[in-house]
Each structure stands twice: as structure tokens, then as C-alpha cells.
């Protein structure tokens, strides 16, 4: 990686926790990958070592490789990436990818074919743990996939890319569906290192995997012991994944997350089966996990939309019934579960990510898909950049809430949003709380570059925006307008009170939930509004300046932005608020270039899968907290000073610094 010379600017909080974090004692650092403030990466996507198309390492080459990949295909540059597959077991030797995706030289491979050979460095000489399966159907259980495959090929493309990659796990969670979980501990892809803690944690409490054995020592002793396997659905199950999560915040605290995905998919939790999420789940993650359960991700599967809906992979019985804008109800409502849970001031942002899996008719190397996006290619999920940035880097960015999501991108790397006291000088953005007298103005700054392209194939124009007299190429971004959503911070409800625990409800009564009644777009602003500079390189910098006054109640400020005008037919309601996206397919694709793979009704092309997904464009910052002088601290900012304070016991415990400058630094960022 090459030392940018542009000064980034970090806020008081995201220096604090990065200057404290712990790191492996012989950790190599990269540099600060290029010069821009924030860094693109995807942290869930799949492999043919669960239910995934194509080979480990194959779906690193194109999320991080830069230009056309050697077997055809864009690679999408993503600064850093992040396995994140299922866990329980696979089957298929994941260096190969499926004959499906239409790879030359790759075939769908078993691991009852390649035991004891040795491909791409790596022999696997027998499937350890509890036998699961025979001949083709012998699988693999994930905890060994992830230390002796998965891993491997991490440290060989770390290597290779100079990019910071993670082992993670898409975590099948006892009583609920998914979870996206990444331990770093003992990572170290740069030649040496381990994902062990990452393969334990999948052992001890994916529900998928039932193994009963695990690793054993050189004494045939079994190294991991106490598993519970038997608490995995309804209610127990929900015990054993706050289990869990207890497990992650007692043991790696700073160097692990666990953010539940597509968390309205299957609807709303069953205490007798193993579901969803409803807000009290959140709530008991946080709990239990104050550093560690700080999320919510967007469902991925972007390009699934048909004439029925599908969108995210959501059919009718997911709470809301469908997506909005490409994002769970839980994210696109206001007032809703998210606005909930900010509601209570607690430190629960949003994430997005592809889920990348496949590209349903097409294989991985055509540049259209009804199904999935390759990482990096539609969603990018962006996190502070930093000098030494790695996987820790990752992990310090997404807890401080200092990241934004973005979709098709709407917007660039270089996103500005911050606020301060009318008299003050000391700028508070994303995750950060801003504290202020009652009364007083409140300067917001909001900044923006909107790319000249995307990677969208198709150049006609817009089918949606054609509606409202717009032409707009679906491979050239615009921004339409910036909603900016404020709500009141009232404090945590106990578990056990009245409002912790809410009732939910699976398809569109789902939707009818308000979690938040406070919640509100506070002001919409228009990019006609905003001051806006063309830039060389074709792209758009955009700006604006706007005020809110503090009361004497806490509250939030988050921003979002579109590429659809209020009031859309089929798109957008009167506020501009997203509309459930299957009625998008409404909406007919006339051009002569709208592609034939597209749904029709009655013959007539309908905006439906990857046309879709290029159409209806947004992105997600998270919130920014305003609190009175006279007000308590918030959750988010006593958990913020728990990481800081367990940063700084790890220090003090073992007596020096791992990066090498704890001195002045490290004081400064325990005294903040």
C-alpha cells in the first residue's frame, strides 16, 4: 500500500479508540491504503465452502483485485474484505468453484475427491470431528474449513493484494437466523498467525453445527469442551445466542462484532422455532455485548427482485413484507426498529453488504445477475481510513459508528457529515455525541461526491426517473435529495419493563410498527439546493449547510440520500419515504437496450432483478447524538468509554504498547 500524503483528519473518538486498541504482538502494518477519508469493503459473502458458487479464493480476487479478472469478469477493488460464510458444514472442497459459475478449469469438487492432495499449498488429509456424511456427502464441519482452508487462503492473498482480509463467519444463530460474527484475534494474514478463536466460536454456538468433538490435542484430547448442543431453537436457542455473545464480550471484546443480517427475511421471532429478530433481541445483544453487538446489517441479494417481489431474497412473509429501497424495514422506516433502539441512545448502527452468493441464470463472470452482486461491485460498506489500517481498523470503525453504506455507488469515499455548537470549533460526526446547551444553534455540514460512473452495464436511461420526466443513465449516479431524520433520546428501557419486548408481526403489518413516534424527516434537502462543483475526473462535489436548534431532550440526527424524487409513482410515498420495492416491477422497461433477462407481465418488461437494483439507489449514514449539559451521558457514550477503558486496561496489563507509541498518544485517548 502506498503512504497517501493528504492529512485525514479523524474525530476525537474514532483516534481514542484506534490509538488504544490492542494488536497482535508481531502484527506487520500496512499504510494507509489510499488518500481518501473512508475505505470500501464487504464483510458477508459466500463460497462453495457452504452454499456459495465459487472458491474461497476466487471471491477475494474479484472483491479486491483491481481490473479484469484472468477468466474474464471486473474485478471491484474493495480496500478491505471479509469471509463471511455460514457456518455448520460443507460438502464441497472450496478451492474449487461450482460448475455453475461457469469457470474455466473449475468443476464442482467434493472433499471425498481431493482428500490428501495437496492444491493451491494446502493438503487436507481427513475430515475431522464427528463423521458427517459418506462418499460425495461427506462434509467438512465450518470450525475446520475456516482454520485449515478458508484461513490458508487469506494468507496466501494478503500476499498477493497488499489488502487487509478477515476471517469471519455468517453466524446461523440458535432461535434466530443470521449473524454476521468476525474474531481477529490471533489473525494475522501477513505469513503467520491463526483463525482458531474464529473457528471455536463457530463450534461452541453456530446451531448448524452439530459436531460433538471438534479439534483434539496431540494426546487425542478434545481442546474445545462444554458445548451445549442441544439449546438451538425458540427461546433456548436465544439464551445460547446470548450466550454467545457474552462469550465474544468476555473474551474479545475489541477484536470481534456480531451484527445480525437480514433480520426481517424470515419474520418475526417464534419462540418455538428458530426465526427472526424482534427489538428485544436487539436489545439483549447490546446488553450483553455493549462492545460488540453495536449493529444492524441490510439484507444483501440486491438483484432478486421479480414481479412478485424477492428483493434481499424477502418473499411477503417477511416483517414488512419486502424491502425499500433495497433495505429491511427495520432501516427504511422512520420511526422504526432502528429509530427504536437510537431512541434509547444505545450504540446500534447500520451496516450493508452484498451477500454474495451467486448470479442466479448467469455465471460469475457475466456482468448481468437476477440474484446476487459480487462484493464490491453494488453495496460498499465504508469505514474510517487510517496510517497502519488492518483488521483491527475495521472492527475500531464499524464500533464507532464513524461508517456509512452505500448502494450502487450514489456516493464516494469522501463523505463529510458533522455537526457542532453554534460557538464551538470542536466538530462531532458519525457515532459521536455532541454536547450543547438548550437553546443553542446547531451548525450542521454535510459534503459529498457523487461519482461519474458505477458499475452498472446498462447506459439507458432510468425507467423509474422516466416516469417523472427524468433522464438519467442507470450507469452514471445522480443524487436526488438528502432526508435528514432526527429523533428523541429517552433513555434504555430495562428488560422486563414495559415497550422492552414488542409484539411483531410477519408481511406488511410488520411495516404498521412504530418504535419511535418522535421520529421524523426533519428537513429534506434537495441537491438543486446544495453547492455543487464539477470535478475533473467527471465526478460531482456537492455541499450544504443547514441549523437545528437543542432542546432540553437529547436526540439524533441521521442522514440518508436517494436518487428518486418525492412522491414516485411505484417508488416513493409523499415524504419520500421508499414504497415496498415490488412495486417497482410495476413500472415498465421500454428502452430497446432494457436487457431480455427482465420479468414480464403480458409480454412487457418490467423493472425487475439487476435493472432494478440500479434504479432505486440509497445510501445510509449513521446517526449523530445531541445531548444537553444538563442530561446524563447516553449508552452510546458509556459503552464508547468501556472500549476505551478495556483498551487501556490490555495496555496497562501487559506494561507497553503493541503498536510501539502508547507514551503521550495512549494517555491522550485514556484522558478524552
Known amino acids: 500500500m502506498v503512504r497517501s500524503t493528504k492529512t485525514i483528519l479523524l474525530t476525537a473518538a474514532s483516534v481514542s479508540l484506534a490509538l488504544s486498541q490492542a494488536a497482535e504482538a508481531n502484527e506487520q502494518f500496512g499504510q494507509k491504503t489510499r488518500g481518501n477519508p473512508y475505505v470500501a469493503g464487504d464483510m458477508h459473502n459466500h463460497n462453495t465452502c457452504t452454499d456459495g458458487s465459487v472458491a474461497a479464493g476466487y471471491s477475494i480476487d474479484r472483491a479486491v483485485g483491481k481490473g479484469t479478472a484472468a477468466a474474464g469478469g471486473t474485478n471491484f477493488d474493495l480496500d478491505w474484505f471479509t469471509l463471511g460464510n455460514h457456518g455448520g458444514s460443507g460438502n464441497r472442497d472450496c478451492r474449487f468453484s461450482d460448475t455453475s459459475a461457469n469457470i474455466p478449469g473449475d468443476t464442482t469438487t467434493t472433499w471425498s475427491k481431493t482428500l490428501g492432495k495437496t492444491i493451491d499449498g494446502i493438503t487436507i488429509s481427513s475430515l475431522k470431528g464427528t463423521p458427517n456424511g459418506t462418499g460425495d456427502s461427506a462434509a467438512m464441519w465450518r470450525w475446520q474449513s475456516i482454520k485449515e482452508i478458508e484461513y490458508p487462503v487469506i494468507v496466501n492473498r494478503t500476499s498477493m493484494y497488499n489488502k487487509v482480509l ?32 474464529m473457528a471455536e466460536f463457530e463450534f461452541r454456538f453456530d446451531r448448524a453445527d452439530t459436531d460433538a468433538i471438534g479439534p483434539l490435542d496431540a494426546k487425542n484430547n478434545q481442546v474445545w469442551t462444554g458445548k451445549d448442543n442441544v439449546n438451538n431453537s425458540g427461546t433456548a436457542g436465544h439464551g445460547k445466542s446470548v450466550a454467545g455473545i457474552q462469550w465474544l464480550q468476555a473474551n474479545y471484546p475489541l477484536t470481534s462484532y456480531a451484527v445480525p443480517t437480514h433480520t426481517e427475511r424470515q419474520g418475526p421471532f417464534n419462540p418455538s422455532s428458530s426465526a427472526g429478530y424482534n427489538i428485544e433481541h436487539f436489545r439483549d445483544f447490546n446488553n450483553a455485548g455493549p462492545t460488540v453487538a453495536f449493529g444492524i446489517e441490510s439484507p444483501g441479494h440486491m438483484a432478486q427482485g421479480g414481479t412478485s417481489g424477492g428483493s434481499g431474497s424477502y418473499g411477503s412473509g417477511a416483517v414488512g413484507g419486502g424491502t425499500y429501497g433495497m433495505a429491511g424495514i427495520y432501516t427504511a422506516k ?5 429509530d427504536g433502539l437510537l431512541g434509547e441512545g444505545r450504540n446500534m448502527f447500520v451496516y450493508v453488504s452484498s451477500d454474495w452468493h451467486n448470479r442466479g441464470a448467469f455465471g460469475a463472470r457475466d456482468a448481468a445477475t437476477t440474484s446476487d452482486f459480487i462484493p464490491g461491485e453494488y453495496t460498499k460498506l465504508y469505514v474510517p481510513n487510517a496510517d497502519h489500517f488492518r483488521a483491527q481498523s475495521i472492527i475500531d470503525g464499524m464500533r464507532s459508528g464513524n461508517s456509512y453504506s452505500v448502494n450502487a455507488d450514489i456516493i464516494g469515499p469522501d463523505l463529510m457529515f458533522r455537526a457542532k455548537g453554534e460557538w464551538d470549533f470542536d466538530w462531532k460526526t458519525m457515532g459521536e455525541t455532541l454536547v450543547v446547551h438548550p437553546g443553542e444553534k446547531i ?23 422516466a416516469q417523472v420526466g427524468i433522464k438519467q443513465p442507470l450507469n452514471k449516479p445522480s443524487l436526488d435529495h438528502v432526508d435528514l431524520i432526527t429523533g428523541d433520546i429517552t433513555g434504555p428501557i430495562a428488560p422486563g419493563a414495559p415497550g422492552y419486548a414488542v409484539a411483531n408481526a410477519a408481511g406488511t403489518a410488520g411495516a404498521a410498527i412504530v418504535y419511535n413516534p418522535s421520529a421524523k424527516i426533519a428537513k429534506q434537502i434537495s441537491a438543486t439546493k446544495m453547492q455543487s462543483e464539477k470535478l475533473r475526473d467527471g465526478s460531482t462535489r456537492l455541499r450544504f449547510t443547514t441549523t437545528f436548534t437543542a432542546s432540553k431532550t437529547p436526540f439524533y440526527i441521521r442522514a440518508r440520500g436517494t436518487n428518486i424524487p418525492v412522491a414516485t409513482p411505484n417508488v416513493t410515498d409523499s415524504a419520500g419515504n421508499p ?29 425487475t432483478y439487476d435493472v432494478q437494483a440500479y434504479s432505486n439507489v440509497w445510501f445510509y449514514g449513521n446517526p449523530i447524538f445531541v445531548r444537553p449539559f444538563t442530561a446524563p451521558e447516553l449508552l452510546v457514550e458509556k459503552n464508547a468509554h468501556l472500549a476505551r477503558k478495556l483498551a487501556f486496561e490490555h495496555h496497562h496489563w501487559d506494561g507497553w504498547d503493541h503498536w510501539g507509541y502508547w507514551g503521550h498518544w495512549g494517555q491522550w485517548a485514556w484522558n478524552r
Open 166 to 197: 478477515v476471517e469471519g463467519l455468517e453466524w446461523i444463530v440458535p432461535g434466530h437466523e443470521h449473524t454476521d460474527v468476525a474474531v481477529i484475534a490471533g489473525q494475522n494474514p501477513r505469513g503467520y498467525g491463526n483463525a482458531d478463536k
Open 579 to 607: 414504497l415496498l420495492d415490488v412495486n417497482n416491477a410495476s413500472v415498465n422497461c421500454t428502452d430497446a437496450a432494457c436487457p431480455a433477462h427482465l420479468a414480464t407481465v403480458n409480454g412487457v418488461k418490467k423493472v
Open 443 to 465: 451548525v450542521l455540514e454535510m459534503q459529498m461526491t457523487i461519482p461519474a460512473k458505477n458499475n452498472s452495464p446498462y447506459s439507458f436511461n432510468n425507467p423509474l426517473l
Open 334 to 338: 422512520v420511526g422504526g426498529l432502528w
